[in-house]
């Protein structure tokens, strides 16, 4: 079974920096695409940005693309959602999940394996 753990949310201001993490077990990692979501209070769950199996392809949401950026290091089963610039906005719960396919998918019902989610609080 495939297990999904993150970690690294916390407080910062406006403008701040923040890196959550996200750890994989039970699975071939290195053959997966990784997804990261978000889901502020009274909100619908919303794609943040995904990373392929290798690394080598990329995809961001408008609203953080030139902000967030997304790596992952397959010998540690680890993706990283390093965020920069937050903004109030970006106040959330961050969720990292899986398919277990190769390629991105940009939308929830397309994910069957989920973290527990982090929560990520950006003060202005």
């Known amino acids: 079974q495939v297990q999904l753990v993150e970690s690294g949310g916390g407080s910062v201001q406006a403008g701040g920096s923040l890196r959550v993490s996200c750890v994989v077990s039970?699975?071939?990692?290195?053959?997966?695409?990784m997804g990261w979501f978000r889901q502020a209070p009274g909100k619908e769950r919303e794609f943040v940005g995904g990373?392929?199996?290798?690394?080598?392809?990329?995809r961001y949401a408008d609203s953080v693309k030139g902000r967030f950026t997304i790596s992952r290091d397959n010998a540690k089963n680890t993706v990283y959602l390093q965020m920069d610039s937050l903004k109030p906005e970006d106040t959330a719960v961050y969720y990292c999940?899986?398919?277990?396919?190769?390629?991105?998918?940009?939308?929830?019902?397309?994910?069957?394996?989920w973290g527990q989610g982090t929560q990520v609080t950006v003060s202005s």
């Open positions: 999940a899986t398919q277990r396919e190769m390629s991105i998918r940009t939308t929830m019902s397309q994910y069957t394996y």
């Open positions: 990373i392929n199996w290798s690394g080598g392809t990329k």
């Open positions: 039970g699975g071939a990692f290195s053959s997966y695409a």
